[in-house]
Every structure is written in C-alpha cells, then in structure tokens.
C-alpha cells in the first residue's frame, strides 16, 4: 500500500520559516516526481513546488520561488519543503503529491499519489 504521510505543519508568524516532510512507503519513487501542492480555503488546490526524484530538477510556483526549497533525501524515501519568509498569504493546506511521470507538472491531474496534508497557518 502507498502511503504518502505529512508532517510539520503549524502556526506561525509572517517572516518565520517552517519545513514540511513527507515520508514515503509502499514503492519506490525513485524515477517519479513529486510535488507540493496547497489548497487555501475557498480556493482551488495549486501546485507549490516539485521535484524529479532521480535528477534533482526542481521547479516552483512564482509566487514561492526564492522563498521556498523543495528537497529530497533517497536514504529516508523523504522530500522536504523549506518555508522561509512566510506571509499570510501562504496559509493554506499543504499536501504531498507523487506521480509516475517523469515530468513536472502543475497540474493536479498528473498526480497519482497524495497525502492527507498539514495545515500551515501564517497569522500575526
């Protein structure tokens, strides 16, 4: 069974950082991508940050570029989020994605693994 399983969510401060984890199990996904996703109240689910697991290539949404590292560690089957510089703007759920594909893709519709996601809310 695939499981894709979230940590590190929580309430912060704009300016603060957070780093979200994801851990992986089930399969190896050593020749996917994986993404992070976010999904706002009333708003539809966006795509943050992914990465090429076996290349390292990354891509960002313009709206975290220079702000957010998406990283991975194949000893731990792990991928991370680096948060820094947080605004409110950034609250949202934060979902782990994988799919089979080789390419990274923002589209919700390429994913074929996702986790139950972790709340991060940025709030003065």
């Known amino acids: 069974q695939v499981q894709l399983v979230e940590s590190g969510g929580g309430v912060v401060q704009p300016g603060d950082s957070l780093r979200l984890s994801c851990a992986t199990s089930g399969r190896s996904f050593g020749r996917s991508v994986m993404a992070w996703f976010r999904q706002a109240p009333g708003k539809e689910r966006e795509f943050v940050a992914g990465v090429y697991w076996s290349a390292g290539s990354t891509s960002y949404a313009d709206s975290v570029k220079g702000r957010f590292t998406i990283g991975r560690d194949s000893g731990k089957n792990t991928i991370y989020l680096q948060m820094n510089s947080l605004n409110p703007e950034d609250t949202a759920v934060y979902y782990c994605?994988?799919?089979?594909?080789?390419?990274?893709?923002?589209?919700?519709?390429?994913?074929?693994?996702w986790g139950q996601g972790t709340q991060v809310t940025v709030s003065s």
């Open positions: 994605a994988a799919s089979t594909s080789t390419t990274i893709t923002t589209s919700t519709m390429s994913y074929n693994y």
